[in-house]
């Protein structure tokens, strides 16, 4: 069966410091690939997304950047986080190519920033 | 531009009730639409997926409705459970383009004993 991991579940950052988050899936092959972030109160706001290895879309500009070097391995990164980059990001994952495609998520990672 | 509304931020149901939550979509036209349920500091779930072409869905005590003319959809939660405590997201695909979801802002349910 399929799985993803996303680590760490808790991070207290300084404002300016670098950020990684790192997301893994098993049980599929070249999966599509999200990271999305949920402010509090707020929905959740797509920020990357991934149909393959080193190819990623931005929907929001942002100090936030992605990386995708292995099929099953999804990583968030930033060099100088801000205030407003707090929020509890979720990573994801479909099935390539499928319609209707559901999304199957992590167990999130808090950020806070301050 | 594509927006989604869930009626209400909260909704209090007395346990053994109907819940039933609001999703309405505006310069939408879309394939299908999904409900995701999630819980306090956890990745939303999948529940269920309506296609345009199905007017209602059910999977045990859910249903779920879907009006495309009214651009709606209903979510019931029928005989309601403390358990079903969560906040509920809809979700639904753009226009056009790759298939990448937006979610509506969801509601929170808390169903009392």
């Known amino acids: 069966s399929q799985t993803i991991h996303q680590w760490p579940a808790t991070l207290v950052q300084p404002v300016g410091s670098p950020l990684s988050l790192e997301c893994t899936v098993e049980g599929t092959s070249n999966p599509n690939l999200y990271w999305y972030r949920q402010a509090a109160g707020r929905g959740l706001q797509l920020l990357f997304y991934s149909i393959g290895i080193d190819q990623i879309s931005s929907e929001v500009p942002q100090n936030l950047s992605a990386s995708r070097p292995q099929d099953r391995q999804f990583i968030l990164s930033s060099k100088k986080l801000l205030l407003s980059d707090s929020g509890f990001y979720l990573c994801a994952w479909s099935v390539y190519g499928a319609t209707n495609e559901k999304l199957f998520f992590g167990s999130g990672t808090q950020l806070s920033v301050l | 531009s594509q927006k989604i509304e869930q009626n209400s931020e909260a909704l209090n149901i007395q346990e053994g009730k109907t819940a039933t939550l609001t999703c309405n979509y505006t310069n939408y036209s879309p394939a299908y639409l999904q409900w995701y349920r999630q819980d306090p500091g956890r990745g939303p779930v999948f529940l269920l997926l309506i296609r345009e072409n199905e007017k209602e869905k059910r999977k045990e005590r859910l249903k779920v409705t879907f009006d495309t003319t009214l651009k709606q959809s209903l979510f019931h939660i029928t005989a309601s459970q403390p358990a079903d405590s969560a906040t509920y997201l809809c979700?639904?695909?753009?226009?056009?383009?790759?298939?990448?979801?937006?979610f509506g802002t969801g509601t929170r349910l808390t169903i009392i004993p």
């Open positions: 979700a639904l695909p753009p226009n056009f383009g790759n298939e990448k979801l937006t």
